[in-house]
Each structure stands twice: as structure tokens, then as C-alpha cells.
């Protein structure tokens, strides 16, 4: 294993990809760390007591490291857009749900200040992050503590300024990735770079472990992104069927059936670029010529919607996933990440090495 494993106590170079607002759990986060990846929380979406509390549960679940993850106050954006015209759009799907018609709240998120004090204090092992930099006062408050920092970058030029910023590692964010994209610093549309292409360039830009991300689904893509020179490799739709992760019913079954060029990258749930499976919602907004309202205000219009719609209805969730959804595997994540590790096994021996 190459230093950044060794650093974090990893014996399998995976780390979990957070996946806020579902699939998150404590018990997929514990299972993954306690297989020998990197597990990761996703607490963007929750307030700073459930916070507390969710990194309770995974401190009583596992004596492995691992990841929390927050959202850069930088990606908020304030509202924009027609509110009275994205109201209404939803209005028909609230009723068709039997909700009361949608209004948007007056607070779109939660005070990034207060959710990272709650990291700081609860000393965890490693925080992440993603939409932008942290504020110099917060990377300060995280250094003092000697928590290990990992930002997401989309471009080389992003992948700088992550490590100028004082991250440990930086997430190279593949266009293949599942759910909210992580740029930053240029438009979305110019970010879309592939993982395979991507991957080679931020090694060579930056002195910090590289961490490939999108698209890698299995150990042969593990070892392709270790042989590019990632130091590891996210995974998050490989863990969306997984017996632990929060995935709702009604997303689990479009898994399923989902093909790879049935992803789209769209605004239409939150504001800020994700890429999912399209379905009913995306291709009516699409369809309506609507300009969503900015993130994360069109994600709180949506978000009632989504939550209610979770059981038994697809065509109105954000199904976020990557482009390698249909080799999403189900079953406990710690016999995924075994799986993991000797497929890794069964590629560096077909490539003529072996798995230390």
C-alpha cells in the first residue's frame, strides 16, 4: 500500500464517496472502514446536533478511521430565478403526491460555521469537502487539530488551488461521476473531463495523493486508477445497492434497471450540476424552458418532493448515479470491498504483478 493508505489505515485503496442526502449512512460509512477502505459521511443536508450524532453512531460501530464530509459555503449560492414559475412547475407533482402545494423556505441550508465547529470538536479522523475552497480561518482550525483535509477538484487548475488552499489530498472528479459535480473555478459545461484523462494530469500538476474518482466501479478500475497514479480511488454508485447505504426503494429498483447512456447531467433538482439517471422530472423541466432557481434554493423547493416520492415513485427523484451504474453489485458493503480487493488481485496478476 502507498503512503496515503498507509497514513489513513487502509488496506483496500477505496474510499466511499459521502453521498449526502440518503445514501449516507453511519452503518455504510463503519462497514467500509471496517473492511479496509475509508469510510465517508455525507452531512451537507443535516443540522449540526444530527451531525453529533451520526458520527456517535459510526464511532460505535467501528475503531477505523473516517470521513466526514461538508459542502464549501463557497457553492451557495444566493437565490435567483423565477420563484413564483419553479413553484408552480412543482405544484402539479405535490399534488399528484397529495402534499400541500410547495413553498420555498426562507432557509435554503445549514450554517456551514456551525456544522464544521461540530467536526472540529468531535476531532474526526478525516473532513472532506467539495463546490469550492474553505475559508483560511477553517483549514487554520483544522490544521491545528491535525485533521486530515481531502478537497474535490474537476480540473488541474482546480486541483491547485485545492492544494494551495492546505488540503492533504485532492478528489479528481471524473465526468463519468455520479450526483453533484464538484467545480469550481470554471463553467460546468468546460468540467466535464473524463476520469481516465483527468487522473494522469492532476498527478503531474500537484505534490499531494491523488484520489480518482468516476466511472470505477470494480478492481480492474481500481488498478487502472492506481496505474495513472492516483494514490486511491472514490466509489460512490458501486455502494448505492449495498445492504447499508440509505438508498430509498423507488431509487433502488431505476438502479437496477438503469443502462449507461441513461445518465444525464442536469440542474433541474438542485440548481448546481448532478448527473443521475433522467426520468419523468428532468425531462419535463427540460421540456417546460424553465431556468432553475440557484443552488441550493431550487434543491430546497425540491427537496419535499423527492423525499415523498421515495417509496414508490422514480420519475420525480434525483436518482444521482455515475455512467458505470449497470455494474452496481448489491449485497453487504464489507463483501463489496472484499470483492474489490481480489479483483484487484486477479488484474495485477493478469498484468503480469500482484497485490501487495
Known sequence: MNDF??????????????????????????????AGGLG????????????????????????????????SPQGMEPLRGNVAAAEKFVAAYHQRLGLAPPKLPQKSHE???????VLIRERVPVVSFTFGLLPEKTIAALKKQNLYIIGTATTVEEARLI???????????????????????????????GTMALVPQVVDAVKIPVIASGGIMDGRGIVAALALGASAVQ????????????????????LRQAREDQTTVTRAFSGRMARG???????????????????????????????ASGASDPGLLSLWAGQGVPMMREGPAAQLVHQLREEMGRAFAELGGSIQ
Open 163 to 193: 492544494e494551495k488552499n492546505g488540503a492533504d489530498a485532492v478528489v479528481a472528479q471524473g465526468g463519468e461521476a455520479g450526483a453533484h459535480r464538484g467545480t469550481f473555478a470554471v463553467p460546468f459545461e468546460s468540467a466535464l473531463i
Open 277 to 307: 439517471i433522467s426520468n419523468e422530472f428532468i425531462e419535463k423541466w427540460n421540456a417546460s424552458g424553465l431556468t432553475p432557481l440557484s443552488y441550493p434554493w431550487q434543491n430546497a423547493l425540491t427537496r419535499e418532493m423527492r423525499r
Open 40 to 71: 465517508s459521511l455525507g452531512v451537507a443536508y443535516i443540522s449540526p446536533q444530527n451531525i453529533a450524532d451520526e458520527i456517535a453512531r459510526v464511532r460505535a460501530l467501528t475503531q477505523g478511521r473516517f470521513a466526514v464530509n461538508l459542502f
Open 111 to 117: 450554517d456551514f460555521d456551525q456544522q464544521m465547529e
Open 5 to 34: 493508505c498507509r497514513e489513513l489505515g487502509m488496506t483496500v485503496p477505496v474510499v466511499l464517496a459521502p453521498m449526502a442526502g440518503g445514501p449516507s449512512t453511519p452503518q455504510l460509512a463503519a462497514a467500509v472502514s471496517n
Open 235 to 254: 466509489m460512490g454508485t458501486a455502494f448505492l445497492a449495498t445492504s447499508e447505504a440509505g438508498t430509498s426503494p423507488a431509487y433502488r429498483a431505476a
